[in-house]
């Protein structure tokens, strides 16, 4: 099973959409999947959860050991400030290092309104994924002015649906 991460905890964002998008595409190739989305974690984990108090949030755990069987990932990364969100960051930092990310495989996309499509950011957690041990799939999607290439939760632009696919077939032989 695939495990696709929602990068941010925005509450309708379009990386859930996307997220969304993903995991219909990869049932159409018949490959099971499920999304985390990081709105899901408590709204304290980063005090309830992590370092001394590692263990003592039954939600934050029951989401830690969902990520901790997965072997493969698609992380749907937005853009902030030119990298991707601190939670996400804070999220990654509270996973039992080095061992829930380690010889796992991930596939990355990011997105944004602007021009850049989130390359920033994707670069910044292909740093941290290598530190940890994780193989990132070399196709990383870029997706520029987001909100201009989706309407009605669907991703309009040929594109960027023909690269998602590519990507999740990639992926799925990685």
Do not use: W
């Not at 937005?78 to 080095?98: C, Q, R, V, W």
């Not at 990383?140 to 991703?155: G, R, V």
């Amino acid at each position: 099973m695939i495990k696709i991460i929602v990068g941010t905890n925005r509450k309708n964002s379009l990386s859930r959409q996307l997220a969304e998008i993903y995991q219909e595409t990869l049932a159409s190739m018949e490959v099971s999947s499920e999304i985390l989305d990081m709105k899901d974690l408590p709204a304290d984990f980063v005090f309830s959860a992590l370092y001394e108090n590692n263990g003592k949030n039954p939600v934050y755990n029951a989401f830690h050991d969902q990520v901790k069987t997965g072997e493969k990932f698609v992380f749907i990364v937005p853009e902030y400030n030119g990298s991707f969100p601190g939670i996400l960051k804070a999220f990654i930092d509270g996973m039992t290092y080095p061992n829930t990310f380690r010889d796992k495989k991930c596939a990355l996309m990011g997105l944004s309104s602007g021009i850049g499509g989130g390359g920033i950011a994707l670069s910044h957690l292909t740093d941290i994924f290598h530190y940890l041990g994780m193989h990132v799939l070399p196709l990383k999607l870029k997706f520029a002015k987001i909100e201009e290439n989706m309407s009605d939760n669907l991703l309009t632009n040929r594109l960027y649906m023909e690269l998602l696919r590519s990507q999740a077939e990639m992926l799925i032989k990685y």
